[in-house]
């Protein structure tokens, strides 16, 4: 019941001054999708957000299985950067990629280089989300999704792309050292792979945990996760097992 077309609409909405509003409704109505150019303008102006987030509306954040735990169940969540959930920087990447793939191999890596920045913050509260023993943690992470679609020309650009992945690797460690210390039950995922030959996104995707799951554990795609986390995270089984506190999740695109 909730379209692509209906997240642009209310992103635009979260992005405009309150003034704005009722002007962009009417637009809608009567000019349906047509393009005016003035959004430029309009950020100079300080009338309108550069890159606001996309944030789902609260009837559909209420559904996902982090607020499910925190309301209903009563776990301390910490969402760190999560897309449509609480993201505020992600939405600068996925724009901005657009206009660097023809840019140089430095400039490129330059940018990169920001962007692991921002993921070591990240990373950084998650530590110390770890360390608080926060019930459940999720940590986002727009890399390596934003170094695939940059590093993709030649046998340079993609031996700095694998450069990346150690980089994550080791950037990753102590946040996974920490959890694993503390007891926590951690899963990897990303929400889809990379086509090497297309330059976009594949259909697959990966997972990891670094637990023995119960028979009933069905992972078929990425959907899947929500109700099997569920189960899990209420099971007796989980509770048994768990040493103190409980879940690190970490998503990252690949």
Not at 12 to 39: A, E, N, S, T, W
Not at 76 to 88: D, S, T
Not at 146 to 165: P, V
Not at 192 to 215: A, C, E, Q, V
């Amino acid at each position: 019941g909730y379209s692509l077309n209906e997240l642009r609409v209310k992103r635009v909405m979260d992005c405009l001054h309150p003034i704005l509003r009722p002007i962009y409704k009417l637009r809608v109505k009567i000019l349906r999708g047509r393009r005016l150019f003035v959004r430029g303008f309009l950020v100079r102006l300080h009338l309108v957000k550069a890159y606001p987030p996309s944030i789902m509306p609260k009837h559909l954040i209420k559904q996902t299985f982090l607020n499910i735990m925190e309301d209903s169940i009563g776990a301390k969540v910490y969402a760190i950067e999560v897309p449509g959930y609480n993201e505020r920087n992600n939405e600068r990447y996925r724009s901005q990629i657009k206009g660097l793939a023809s840019a140089t191999v430095c400039r490129k890596l330059e940018y990169i280089e920001g962007v692991l920045k921002d993921c070591e913050k990240r990373v950084e509260s998650a530590i110390k989300a770890v360390t608080d023993s926060d019930d459940i943690v999720f940590l986002y992470l727009p890399l390596p999704d934003i170094a695939h679609h940059l590093l993709f020309r030649g046998l340079a650009e993609i031996t700095y792309l694998r450069q990346h992945y150690g980089k994550l690797s080791r950037m990753l460690k102590p946040l996974v050292d920490k959890a694993s210390n503390n007891g926590y039950r951690i899963l990897m995922v990303s929400d889809h792979g990379f086509d090497l030959n297309r330059y976009y996104h594949s259909d697959y995707g990966f997972w990891s945990i670094n637990f023995d799951p119960p028979k009933w554990w069905k992972i078929e795609s990425v959907l899947d996760f929500k109700e099997n986390l569920l189960n899990l995270l209420t099971s007796k089984y989980f509770i048994d097992k768990r040493v103190g506190r409980s879940n690190v999740l970490e998503s990252k695109e690949i």
